[in-house]
């Protein structure tokens, strides 16, 4: 296996409810110790606070944990600031989220452009970059469409092209198909998948069994704790599930 891209050790977050005199701990996250390799697909379930968001979090460097260690290709994420922080968000991490998180007013290619923005990157080279990844989600023909006008299948495929456009290692997917339909999902999860077979990493968070199984490895989280961790042994075959399936009626 190749060397570890998301490594946490004993990782915890704690929040306190109530104020600090008299008030009660929580732990979302229990000492957590996990590894994933580079090009690994693996899905994260777990009941509503299992831990499984909270882990998300910590690992897209969008909180910082209690306790514990995390390197993020090779780096300790622990030591670095809060610019740091933003920037290894921007330059490594793909983000893809259940409701989109598009912004209305701006083109699907505008949309796709905006991490090209904040990483300071010309306006020629921006609609290149972006173009390029519309046509690999197959959206070139939507580009100058605003997200009212796309479906929620297209819309997410707008989101991942936003994802992939700098280029990350590591994309992100939190609950990505829980607001489309079941044909529409395939069609997501045979998107991820034929990417992951082109060497990405693919961390997605689900709690749908349906959506899992398209994962090669699962872990199980309850109580802010792992309780299993376990490599997919029958893993779904998205794509041929929609050549079978045939176009929605």
């Avoid at 296996?1 to 946490?8: C, G, K, P």
């Avoid at 697909?41 to 306790?67: E, H, I, Q, Y």
């Avoid at 819309?155 to 990350?168: K, N």
């Avoid at 199984?213 to 929609?242: H, P, S, W, Y």
């Amino acid at each position: 296996m190749s060397a570890a891209l998301v490594r946490t050790r004993d990782l915890a977050k704690i929040y306190r409810v109530g104020g600090a005199a008299g008030g009660v701990e929580i732990r979302a996250l229990d000492g957590v110790s996990v590894e994933v390799a580079r090009g690994e697909f693996t899905a994260v379930m777990g009941p509503s606070g299992s831990g499984k968001s909270t882990f998300m979090n910590l690992v897209g460097c969008l909180d910082r944990p209690t306790s514990g260690g995390y390197w993020l290709d090779g780096r300790d994420v622990a030591a670095l600031s809060d610019d740091e922080l933003a920037a290894l968000r921007n330059r490594t991490i793909g983000f893809v989220f259940q409701n989109f998180n598009l912004l209305g007013r701006a083109s699907a290619l505008e949309n796709v452009e905006l991490p090209l923005v904040y990483a300071g990157v010309r306006a020629r080279e921006r609609r290149r970059r972006a173009l390029e990844m519309l046509e690999r989600v197959g959206l070139a023909e939507r580009a100058a469409h605003l997200p009212a006008q796309l479906s929620g299948g297209q819309q997410q495929r707008v989101a991942i092209a936003r994802a992939l456009v700098m280029r990350p290692l590591l994309v992100l997917a939190d609950e990505p198909t829980g607001a489309l339909d079941s044909h529409t999902s395939l069609e997501i999860m045979a998107l991820l998948q034929s990417l992951n077979r082109e060497g990405l990493t693919v961390l997605l968070v689900t709690h749908e069994p349906e959506v899992a199984r398209f994962a090669r490895r699962i872990l199980r989280f309850r109580d802010g704790r792992v309780i299993a961790d376990e490599a997919n042994a029958r893993v779904g075959d998205a794509a041929r599930l929609l050549a079978a399936h045939g176009e929605p009626a």
